[in-house]
């Protein structure tokens, strides 16, 4: 059974960096960064397709993350800069597992990790 294992989480001040990793234990796949802030819904942050050929973002990133993917140890990671306190969330790597609509759905992604927790001090 695949399973994604994030790291890289962390706390910081605004304006800093950090970098995510999601290693994947099955094949290349489709695989999305999502993240949940308490009290607020999951919501999409960026997308890879399994050929790697396109990777689309959410539309509050701006420019400021990164999505990327190691197809040797496949690892997915996510650089994140210009980090603000709005992106405090616990962020989640997940595989799709559906195509039936669109890449913010988390319905269509079967396969998730564990979180990693990103904070963000004003």
């Known amino acids: 059974q695949v399973q994604v294992v994030e790291s890289g989480g962390g706390l910081v001040q605004t304006g800093g960096s950090l970098r995510l990793s999601c290693t994947n234990s099955?094949?290349?796949?489709?695989t999305a960064w999502f993240r949940q802030a308490p009290g607020k819904e999951r919501e999409g942050v960026s997308y890879?397709?399994?050929?790697?050929?396109?990777?689309v973002y959410g539309d509050f990133v701006k420019d400021r993350f990164t999505m990327s993917r190691d197809d040797v140890t496949n690892t997915v990671y996510l650089q994140m800069n210009n980090l603000e306190p709005e992106d405090t969330a616990t962020y989640y790597c997940?595989?799709?597992?559906?195509?039936?609509?669109?890449?913010?759905?988390?319905?269509?992604?079967?396969?998730w990790g564990q979180g990693t927790q990103v904070t963000v001090s004003s």
């Open positions: 997940a595989v799709r597992t559906r195509f039936d609509g669109y890449w913010r759905t988390s319905s269509e992604f079967g396969v």
């Open positions: 890879i397709t399994r050929s790697g050929s396109s990777i």
């Open positions: 099955g094949s290349h796949s489709a």
